[in-house]
């Protein structure tokens, strides 16, 4: 099993960003000149102090763009990106990436502000964002996470895909996608998870991926998202790696 990798740092150097694990971070100039930075915020969540500083940065008359994925885009002259990634980093925001890690992690309200919810969804992304930010991946990787079945985020359209169910438990979907010009739904790998047990489940799915995209990569390429590898490795192999880890007697099937 190949073990996970993580690199965080990346460079403005004034013109474009770099990162030497080739990780693609979303800091980029756009066709009208002006370069969009794209704030990582697991479940969409700000504090209000972090939102005045967005508005610090983009000015009066700028532009904040939010994003599917819960994200915040800013659009701002060239000349006033490095001094924006500090302010960001000053109220503890980080740059999301594009390509070749987790992407901003989706989740609803979630238990707590929704009626229908069945359990937690915003603690859940944070902790899932701080285990895995910067993993270093073989191409885009999306999390979405649902508090009920109403399925606010669409799981089974993300490359992993968790539910909330009764008694803190979770439901895992794996291989969907949401893009390009053949969307599909992804495959339920088990129900019942604990939620303690969550992220190692999410850790042994990214090794079990970037085991089977390195075994196949003459074939795969070098973007091969969650699905493509899953047709190339089979769906049982993820199933057994999540078995085998839970141990037996301790999901639902």
């Known amino acids: 099993m190949t073990e996970l990798q ?14 030497t694990s080739g990780i693609h971070w979303a800091i980029a100039e756009q066709a009208n000149g002006t370069v969009a930075i794209i704030v990582n915020s697991p479940g969409g969540i700000l504090t209000g102090k972090q939102v005045r500083v967005l508005a610090e940065i983009v000015g009066e008359d700028g532009v904040i763009k939010n994003t599917r994925r819960m994200t915040s885009l800013l659009l701002i002259p060239k000349e006033k990106v490095a001094a924006a990634l500090e302010q960001l980093q000053a109220v503890g925001l980080r740059v999301a990436n594009l390509h070749k890690s987790i992407r901003n992690i989706a989740a609803c309200p979630g238990k707590g502000f929704s009626p229908n919810s069945r359990g937690d ?6 902790m899932l964002d701080e285990e895995f930010y910067g993993t270093i991946l073989p191409w885009d990787f999306k999390i979405g996470i649902s508090g009920c079945p109403r399925n606010c985020t669409g799981v089974q359209c993300q490359d992993l895909g968790l539910m909330a169910e009764p008694r803190g438990k979770y439901s895992l979907w794996i291989g969907g996608t949401e893009s390009g010009m053949n969307p599909k739904h992804g495959m339920l790998v088990l129900k019942g998870i604990p939620r303690d047990q969550v992220i190692p489940v999410v850790g042994r799915i990214l090794e079990t991926y970037t085991s089977g995209s390195e075994e196949f990569k003459e074939e795969l390429g070098n973007r091969a998202r969650l699905y493509r590898v899953i047709e190339k490795t089979g769906f049982e192999r993820f199933k057994k790696a999540v078995e085998e880890l839970l141990g037996n007697g301790t999901v639902s099937r």
């Open 121 to 126: 969804t915003l603690e859940l992304a944070r």
């Open 6 to 19: 993580r690199d965080s740092n990346y460079q403005w150097t004034g013109e474009a960003v770099e990162c």
